[in-house]
């Protein structure tokens, strides 16, 4: 699957080998400007996940996400000149397909408590109470995808 705009194209990725794409805007966005941990950003889940990639015309990487096979949508990173410009959005929305597609129930996350409102908006509820991971307040949430 391949969703086009005029701005940017969103393609499945392989941790294999599209691992310093994903580590591009991973590293960025999470390292560098939300200060977490090095050595917190890649984890078990991410050679067994399904990622997703974002790219710009030039073909540059500028966001990512990922589903893991316990039934957790995390890692969406948007490079802070592309927010605001349906990036996370549309990465989001085609990751909520991919999960019904391969016929998931629900899709749950660790929404960082900034972004609570994005997830609301596409059917996420909030579940439990804030917790920290890594320094950043976060909030359990879910979406029931069928019956």
């Known amino acids: ?16 080998n599209d ?20 050595d917190t950003e890649w984890d078990s889940m991410d050679p067994v996940g399904d990622h997703m990639l ?18 957790r949508f995390s890692r969406l990173a948007v490079l802070k000149s592309w927010r605001g410009k349906g990036v996370g959005e549309a990465l989001l929305l085609a990751m909520i397909d991919k999960a ?19 997830y609301k908006r596409h059917g996420f509820v909030v579940e439990g109470a804030p917790f920290d991971d890594v320094g950043i307040l976060h ?3 879910r979406l029931k995808l069928r019956d």
């Open 1 to 16: 699957m391949s969703t086009t705009t005029t701005d940017f194209t969103l393609r499945p990725a392989s941790f294999t």
């Open 54 to 71: 974002a790219i710009n015309a030039t073909g540059a990487p500028i966001g990512t996400a990922r589903l893991t096979p316990d039934g």
């Open 100 to 118: 019904r597609a391969q016929g998931w129930t629900q899709l749950t996350l660790y929404a960082q408590v900034a972004t609570e409102g994005f």
């Open 19 to 38: 691992r310093e794409a994903l580590r591009a805007v991973r590293e960025t966005v999470f390292v560098a400007e939300q200060h977490a941990p090095p």
């Open 139 to 141: 909030q359990s949430m």
